[in-house]
């Protein structure tokens, strides 16, 4: 088994989830991955990985070598101040890169914005209503050009609301820290951070250029039927809930502006995939039942 090489812009949940998969399955491979420190190493179950430094303005130097020598590179930087900054970089730093098999930029389903609760997929209209959606559309489109210009092998990832082991409603019901806000027909997708991490995995033996995929799991459904069960699991009560008027958050009243079912038979038929977790009802009993 030949040796692949990874590169990754950030380390979040996701690119951490895709690397215990590669480890899961051992399959022998080199990591690089950037944060905003000075460039330093860090261990992941046992693993050693370089950190290189990178922002907007600094980088380390020798992360243009690092990305000529990868085969997939991961992008998990959102944009800052509306610009993507690994854009940027890649434009003004790097032409070629010819071991390269695939970019993966994760997206977000914010940039459909609000289609009334209705069904939408990867040819319908993208409308965003807030910030945080026009940056990520803002920041596809880029991608688009930079794959056409440079000759880049391109897939995007429009992925769903993130739930993990870690985080998730259950653990926010326990903390009495989840605001449910009562606004009739509003629906909303997820997925849960393993599978995406399992669509990557398989990405790397499937791969069609300049494709976009929406990851998320078969059940769109509104925040409060979420809530209520996992109230259910845990044998509380049902969280009380508030108007949208009431909200502070900016970021809750922003997410509560789009209201849609996000479909997913594009990603499950080309990657040939079944969902681990194809419902928030089993993703909500693993965490609950593995005391997680």
Partial sequence: MSKINIFCFGFGQVAEGFINKLIQEKKDFDLSITSRQETHQIELNNFKITSYHFTDDK????IDKKLKEANYILISIPPIEGKDIVAKYFDKNLQGITNCKWITYLSATSVYGDHKGEW??????????????????????????????????????RLAGIYSNEFNILKRLQTGKLQVVDKK????????????????????????????YNICDDKPASQSDVAAYGAKLLNLKNPNTVKLEEVESE?????????????????KTFFKYNLKFP??????????????
Avoid at 59 to 62: E, L, V
Avoid at 129 to 157: C, D, M, V
Avoid at 186 to 198: G, T
């Fill in 279 to 292: 419902t928030y009802v089993e993703g909500l009993e693993y965490i609950f039942n593995n005391n997680l």
């Fill in 120 to 157: 939408v997929n990867e040819n319908s209209t993208t409308k965003p209503t807030s910030p945080n959606g026009s940056n990520r559309l803002a920041a596809e489109n880029t991608w688009k050009k930079l794959s056409n210009k440079h000759k880049y092998p391109l897939q995007i990832f």
């Fill in 251 to 267: 970021m809750l009243r922003n997410f509560y502006k789009d209201s849609k079912k996000v479909d997913n038979k594009k990603m």
């Fill in 185 to 212: 027909n509003h629906f909303f997708s997820r997925i849960h951070v393993e599978d995406i991490a399992n669509i990557l995995f398989k990405s790397l033996d499937n791969f069609k250029n300049n494709e976009i």
């Fill in 59 to 62: 980088f380390d130097s020798s």
